[in-house]
C-alpha cells in the first residue's frame, strides 16, 4: 500500500466514525457523508493513474455527479424536517418512538 | 517536494478527522474545505489536473456552497469551539482508533511509492483530458444517465 492509499483511507474510517456517532445535529452527519463522498472520489481519481488507463477517468466524474444529487437529497430532507421540528436536532426525530 | 505532497496527504486525513469530530457544523465545513483543497493538491501533484480542477469547481464552489446556506439554517447560535473538552476527547479517541488499527493490521512496514501520470515528460495527449474525452463520444449513456439522475433529484428536491 502506498501512503496516499493510506491517506484516505484513513480519512474514510475517520469520516465514517464521524457519521456513526454523530451527536447533536442532522447536517455534521451529511457533513460526514460529503467527506466519505470526497475520500471515495480521490481514491477513484487514482485508478487511472496508476493503472495508465485513460477511459477510467469518467469513474470519478460520474461518482461526484451522483454524490450531488445525493447532497441536494438529503439537503432537501433536511429543510423539510427543519420546518417540521424547528430545528434538526436528532433528539427531536422520534416519531417512530416505542 | 515529495514532503510536500506527505503534508498535503497528512493535511487530507486531518480534514477528515475535523469533519467527524466536529463540534459544531460551522467548523465541520472547514474541515471539509481544507480536505478538499488538499485532495486537489494531491491530485495535481500526480499530473491529474482536469480531475482536481472539476473537484475545486464542482465541489467546493457548488456543492459545499449549498451546504454552507443550509448549515446557517440548521445550525445553533452558540456554538461549541474546538477547544471545549468533550470535542477534543471526540478528535483524539477517533484519531488513537484509526492508528492502533493502523499499527495492529502492520500495514506501516510494507508502504511503497507511487508514480505520476506521464512520466516521460509532455505529451500531447493527457490521461486525464482524454479520459474526460470518453465521457462524451463513447460514454454518452452515461451522460444521459447522469443528466436523467439529476432531472430526477431536482424534481425531489422541489418536492
Same mark, same amino acid.
Given at each position: 500500500?502506498?501512503?496516499?492509499h493510506?491517506?484516505?483511507?484513513?480519512?474514510f474510517?475517520?469520516?465514517?466514525?464521524?457519521?456513526?456517532?454523530?451527536?447533536?445535529?442532522?447536517?455534521?452527519a451529511l457533513?460526514?457523508?460529503?467527506?466519505?463522498?470526497?475520500?471515495m472520489?480521490?481514491?477513484? *481519481?487514482?485508478?487511472?493513474?496508476?493503472?495508465?488507463?485513460?477511459?477510467?477517468?469518467?469513474?470519478p466524474i460520474?461518482?461526484?455527479?451522483?454524490?450531488?444529487?445525493? *447532497?441536494?437529497?438529503?439537503?432537501?430532507?433536511?429543510?423539510?424536517?427543519t420546518?417540521?421540528?424547528?430545528?434538526?436536532?436528532?433528539h427531536?426525530?422520534?416519531?417512530?418512538r416505542? | 517536494?515529495?514532503?510536500?505532497?506527505?503534508?498535503?496527504?497528512?493535511?487530507?486525513?486531518?480534514?477528515?478527522l475535523a469533519?467527524?469530530s466536529?463540534?459544531?457544523?460551522?467548523?465541520?465545513?472547514?474541515?471539509?474545505?481544507?480536505?478538499?483543497?488538499?485532495?486537489?493538491?494531491?491530485?495535481?501533484?500526480?499530473?491529474?489536473?482536469?480531475?482536481s !480542477?472539476?473537484?475545486?469547481?464542482v465541489?467546493?464552489?457548488?456543492?459545499?456552497?449549498?451546504?454552507?446556506?443550509?448549515?446557517?439554517?440548521?445550525a445553533?447560535?452558540?456554538?461549541?469551539?474546538?477547544?471545549?473538552w468533550?470535542?477534543?476527547?471526540y478528535?483524539?479517541?477517533?484519531?488513537?482508533?484509526?492508528?492502533?488499527?493502523?499499527?495492529?493490521?502492520?500495514?506501516?512496514? !510494507?508502504?511503497?511509492?507511487?508514480g505520476?501520470?506521464?512520466?516521460?515528460?509532455?505529451?500531447?495527449?493527457?490521461?486525464?483530458?482524454?479520459?474526460?474525452a470518453? !465521457?462524451?463520444?463513447?460514454?454518452a449513456?452515461?451522460?444521459?444517465?447522469?443528466?436523467?439522475?439529476? !432531472?430526477l433529484?431536482?424534481?425531489v428536491?422541489?418536492?
Amino acid at each position: 500500500m502506498s501512503h496516499l492509499h493510506l491517506s484516505f483511507y484513513s480519512a474514510f474510517i475517520l469520516s465514517s466514525l464521524g457519521l456513526a456517532f454523530h451527536r447533536t445535529h442532522l447536517i455534521s452527519a451529511l457533513l460526514c457523508l460529503e467527506s466519505m463522498m470526497l475520500s471515495m472520489y480521490v481514491a477513484l *481519481a487514482m485508478w487511472p493513474i496508476q493503472m495508465q488507463s485513460p477511459s477510467s477517468t469518467i469513474i470519478p466524474i460520474i461518482m461526484l455527479t451522483f454524490s450531488a444529487c445525493e *447532497a441536494g437529497t438529503g439537503l432537501a430532507l433536511l429543510v423539510a424536517s427543519t420546518r417540521t421540528h424547528g430545528s434538526d436536532y436528532l433528539h427531536n426525530f422520534n416519531l417512530l418512538r416505542c | 517536494m515529495m514532503e510536500f505532497v506527505l503534508f498535503l496527504g497528512l493535511l487530507f486525513a486531518l480534514g477528515g478527522l475535523a469533519v467527524a469530530s466536529n463540534p459544531s457544523p460551522y467548523y465541520g465545513v472547514v474541515g471539509l474545505v481544507v480536505a478538499a483543497i488538499a485532495g486537489g493538491g494531491w491530485l495535481v501533484s500526480l499530473g491529474f489536473s482536469f480531475v482536481s !480542477l472539476m473537484l475545486v469547481m464542482v465541489y467546493l464552489g457548488g456543492m459545499l456552497v449549498v451546504f454552507v446556506y443550509s448549515v446557517s439554517l440548521a445550525a445553533d447560535p452558540y456554538p461549541e469551539t474546538w477547544t471545549d473538552w468533550g470535542v477534543v476527547g471526540y478528535g483524539f479517541g477517533m484519531g488513537l482508533v484509526v492508528m492502533v488499527g493502523l499499527v495492529v493490521s502492520g500495514v506501516f512496514g !510494507l508502504l511503497t511509492d507511487v508514480g505520476t501520470v506521464n512520466g516521460a515528460g509532455l505529451l500531447s495527449v493527457r490521461v486525464d483530458f482524454s479520459g474526460a474525452a470518453v !465521457l462524451y463520444s463513447e460514454g454518452a449513456g452515461f451522460l444521459l444517465i447522469g443528466g436523467w439522475g439529476l !432531472l430526477l433529484t431536482l424534481f425531489v428536491v422541489l418536492e
